[in-house]
């Protein structure tokens, strides 16, 4: 299945507009107003879309990346509150072992 929709093509200040015209450099295509980028015409965007099942497949693994990526975090943010913890408890230890010793 396709869909056309309309967008704008913009130059960034690294482009060179000869590049553009010879398609050697793509010019940037959004939907939307964009103002920090001079406007250069008009693009006319097909997609054609993947089969449903396909998309799924792609949303699946996207959310399974994510999730990799969150439990990382996750497990990096745990071990610095368990690693900030332990120093808490072996300080606490040492001061009631010197507690303890002055006795």
Not at 75 to 85: C, F, G, K, S
Request: proline share 3%.
């Amino acid at each position: 299945m396709n869909i056309t929709f309309n967008a704008f093509a913009y130059k960034a200040d690294w482009h060179n507009m000869d590049d553009i015209e010879s398609g050697k450099e793509m010019p940037y295509v959004w939907t939307f107003e964009e103002t920090d980028y001079p406007k250069i015409g008009t693009a006319k965007v097909m997609v054609t879309l993947f089969p449903k099942a396909e998309i799924h497949t792609q949303e699946l693994a996207t959310l399974n990346n994510a999730l990799q990526e969150v439990r990382a975090e996750n497990h990096v943010r745990e071990n610095a509150i368990l690693d900030r913890i332990n120093k808490l408890m072996a300080i606490g230890h040492e001061v009631t072992q010197g507690h303890e010793v002055t006795k």
